[in-house]
Each structure stands twice: as structure tokens, then as C-alpha cells.
């Protein structure tokens, strides 16, 4: 039975329903290539310190590289009764060389073990995650610089704000994505330290060397408290809050995706594979893709809280609840990756109307505040008395029902008598977005600096 394990001091095999709570294999076994490298360097650093023979080290390499095979063509066998992916692999290993596998855990516990297997898994989703945020920062710098001078509406409190361009508003993600990937970068940095070697808490009696394992398995270094590394579950926290942080960027573009598509809006037009029909309404085109990128991001932001509730009232070190680490990192680590790639896809697809977002950018006498800056730059006029002077302009173009640069000379006068024809000038949705040339401001030119200044930045030779 599985209980050959704890070396006999179990007479009962356990109840089912334990086996139920209890077994991680169903998930763990995701594990599988990750456990395996690491009980090779430990083979490999046991013989080297003589604490193993050579023989057995090399019956032990040889073993595992064939489970290796065997589960990477999918003929391993799973055994829940043997719990988790580490007691797989070892009880194979142990079919397979006899022996030799049981000497394999001299040294190591499945504590340092499972902390050291996550950690392994957990360095490859972070540079997956940093491979796919500049996947997609390459499609939005592409789109950006497509729509560098393409006028749209600004908002805030989602009411018309000031004319803006598209290639600017676009360039505010790359902004976002930019700084997740700094965080995953910064969270690969601290999770690299290798707890291997820290058996079950306190250490081993034995010689080994902690440096050649670390060394062996990509790491800066080893942990330097045992205790730590088999309690720490920081780099999965480091994981899931980098994540959730991106899951907010991806959930507000796809917010705007969504808004951008309606026909009331109809600033852009999603390509037909990422939308669905409806079996009613024949002129429906949904952007469901959009819709699930924004929906999924509250899984990858309730797994970080979860992982938070499950570490907080733990003693040192290990306790089994740190076994429910797994799933929720594997499945925001799955929707992250996901929602990247959709992301990138639907950007790549998705048609702008810069007719349809030139028509709405004036809408809402966004260029009122054009109108205060030319009374200042001009007559010399404080920006409050402008403010108000430009604020009187938009009440009467309000009650004419007609736009600012509309009303005529005589009308805008009879507000401010220092008001002259060349007001005119700057009374337009384009002149107002070519004079943001403010740093960071949304000038067509300014936006492709930007651009520019992002892909030497992102992307350099
Ligand atoms: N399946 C366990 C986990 O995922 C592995 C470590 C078990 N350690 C132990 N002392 N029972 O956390």
C-alpha cells in the first residue's frame, strides 16, 4: 500500500475520503519535469559529496531519465494512493532501479522538495508571462504608431474631456504592460534562491553542498534559512499579485474594447473571430473575447487572495494547507497567459473608424479648454478669468445647440471683448491635439517619439 512510505508504523490503510482530501496528484503531477531535474541534481551533488555511490547515482539518472520518457509520452501510471507527484516519481523510480531510488531521498525532504518544484515551475511562468506582455506591447506599439494622429475623444468620468489621439490612448497600455513586466522581471530576481537541501526544516547531518545544486538548477544562490524555504510561498504571492495587477490592465482595455464597439460609440469594429452572433438578433456582433478577458480577471485576482488567506494564520514551517497553493497559481497562470494572447490577437484584428472617432471628438465642446489656454497664451488673461470666459462660450453654444467654433466673432465678443479673430485657430479638434506637445503629451508628433522611445526601450537591437 501507499502507506510502505511512512515505514511501517501505519496499520490502517486511510480512508478513502482521506485519500481524497489528502492526494495532490491530480494536480501536482504538473509538476512532473520540474521534479525530476531537481532529483537529478541532488543524485548528481549526493555521489559527488560521497554520500551515494557512483553507481547508484548513475542508476538513479538512468531510472529517472526513463520515467521521464514514460510520462512524457503519457504512459506513466498515476497512483492517488501515492499521494503527490514527488511519491510517484520516486515509487517508479524504485520499481524501475530497485535500490538505488531509495537512497535518492537521503539528504532532502518532500518540503524542500515541493517548495523547490514550484519555484522551478513558478521562474518559467514568470518569463512566459514577460514574453507575452512584450508580444503584446509589440502589436499595441504597432497600432499606436498606425494611429498616431488619429483624433478621438478624451474622458474622464467617462464624459468628453479633450480631444486626444488614438495612438496615445493605445501608448497608455504599453505604459501598464510595460511596468507588469518590470514586476514579473523583479519577482524572477527574489524567487531565485534554491531551497533545496533544507530537508524537512531544520537542515541535514549530512555533507552536502547546497551551492552545487543551486548552481546546477539555475539559481543565484541557496536560501539561507532552512526554516524559510520550506514556509516561504512569497514567489507564488510575487506570481499571483504581478498577475492580478496585469489582470487589471487587460480588464480595463477590454473594458474600452467593449465600450469602443457599440454602435453608439462605434470607434472600432472587432474582427469577426473574436465576436459572436446572436440567435436572435441578426445584427448582433458581440464582442464575447473582450468580455471573457475582462470576466477573467477576477479569477487571477480572488487566486491571490486566496493564496493570502491560506499563509496568514500558518506557524512555521510546512503545514499541508500549503498544498492549496497549487491550483489556484496553475489556473492564474493559465487565464493570464490566455488573456494575453487574446488580447494581442483581438488588437491585431480589431478595425478603427477614425472618421467615427474624429466625428466624436469634438462632441461635448471638448475644445473649450483650448479656447481658456489661447485667452492666457494671448491676451495675457489668468487661467481662472479664462476658465470662466471659456465656460460662458460653452453656455451659449449650448443654447444654440451648436458646437464652440461655431458661435460667431460677435457672439464670443459679446463674452469677452478681447476675443479676436484668430481665436478661430485654435477652435479645432486637430489644432488641439497638435499643441499638447507637452512631454508625455498626445501630439501626433509626441506619440511618435513615444513610440519610438518604447521600442528602444522594450526592444533593443
Ligand atoms: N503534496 C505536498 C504539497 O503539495 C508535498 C509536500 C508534502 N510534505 C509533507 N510533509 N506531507 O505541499
Keep these: 500500500s501507499g502507506r510502505d512510505m511512512w515505514g511501517g508504523h501505519f496499520e490502517a490503510g486511510p480512508a478513502p475520503l482521506m485519500e481524497q482530501i489528502n492526494a495532490s496528484i491530480d494536480f501536482d503531477k504538473r509538476l512532473w519535469a520540474q521534479d525530476i531535474a531537481g532529483s537529478m541534481a541532488h543524485a548528481r551533488m549526493l555521489a559527488a559529496q560521497g554520500i551515494v555511490l557512483e553507481a547508484d547515482r548513475d542508476a538513479i539518472l538512468e531510472g529517472l531519465a526513463q520515467v521521464h520518457e514514460e510520462i512524457a509520452e503519457g504512459q506513466f501510471h498515476f497512483e492517488r494512493s501515492l499521494e503527490d507527484i514527488h511519491l510517484n516519481i520516486e515509487a517508479r523510480l524504485t520499481e524501475l532501479v530497485g535500490e538505488p531510488g531509495r537512497r535518492l531521498h537521503t539528504g532532502r525532504s518532500r ?38 494622429a488619429t483624433v478621438m475623444p478624451g474622458f474622464t468620468h467617462l464624459q468628453a474631456a479633450q480631444p486626444v489621439t488614438f495612438g496615445h490612448h493605445l501608448m497608455a497600455y504599453v505604459e501598464m504592460f510595460g511596468r507588469d513586466r518590470s514586476r514579473f522581471q523583479d519577482a524572477r530576481r527574489r524567487l531565485n534562491e534554491c531551497p533545496l537541501g533544507a530537508a524537512a526544516l531544520a537542515g541535514t547531518s549530512f555533507p552536502i553542498d547546497r551551492d552545487a545544486t543551486a548552481a546546477e538548477l539555475g539559481f543565484e544562490r541557496p536560501t539561507a ?24 490592465h487587460l480588464s480595463r482595455l477590454a473594458e474600452e474594447l467593449v465600450l469602443w464597439s457599440t454602435p453608439q460609440f462605434g470607434f472600432v469594429r472587432m474582427s469577426e473571430d473574436f465576436t459572436s452572433g446572436s440567435s436572435i438578433m441578426p445584427q448582433k456582433r458581440n464582442p464575447d473575447a473582450a468580455e471573457l478577458v475582462r470576466g477573467k480577471s477576477g479569477r487571477v485576482m480572488g487566486h491571490l487572495q486566496a493564496l493570502l488567506i491560506t499563509l496568514k494564520g500558518l506557524p512555521l514551517a510546512y503545514s499541508k494547507d500549503m498544498q ?22 483581438m488588437l491585431l484584428g480589431m478595425k478603427a473608424n477614425p472618421e467615427r472617432m474624429k466625428e466624436a471628438a469634438g462632441v461635448g465642446f471638448t475644445i473649450a479648454t483650448d479656447l481658456a489656454d489661447w485667452m492666457v497664451r494671448v491676451k ?13 462660450a460653452v453656455k451659449r453654444a449650448e443654447e444654440r445647440g451648436c458646437g464652440l467654433e461655431a458661435l460667431t466673432l460677435a457672439e464670443l465678443q459679446a463674452i469677452d471683448p478681447r476675443i479676436d479673430e484668430a481665436v478661430f485657430g485654435v477652435l479645432g479638434v486637430e489644432r488641439s491635439v497638435e499643441s499638447r506637445m507637452s512631454h508625455g503629451g498626445t501630439a501626433p508628433e509626441r506619440v511618435r517619439q513615444a513610440v519610438a522611445a518604447a521600442r528602444s526601450r522594450y526592444f533593443p537591437e
Design 111 to 148: 518540503n524542500d522538495q515541493v517548495a523547490l518544484d514550484m519555484k522551478l515551475w513558478t521562474r518559467e511562468a514568470m518569463d512566459r508571462a514577460d514574453a507575452r506582455l512584450a508580444e503584446l506591447q509589440k502589436v499595441l506599439l504597432h497600432r499606436a504608431e498606425e494611429h498616431a
Design 380 to 392: 495675457n488673461v489668468s487661467f481662472r478669468e479664462a476658465h470662466g470666459i471659456a465656460a460662458r
Design 324 to 345: 492549496e497553493d497549487k491550483e489556484g497559481l496553475f489556473d492564474a497562470v493559465d487565464t493570464l497567459e490566455l488573456c494575453l494572447a487574446a488580447a494581442a490577437a
Design 225 to 248: 534559512n532552512s526554516i524559510d524555504s520550506v514556509s516561504d510561498r512569497d514567489f507564488a504571492l510575487d506570481y499571483l499579485a504581478s498577475a492580478a495587477i496585469c489582470a487589471v
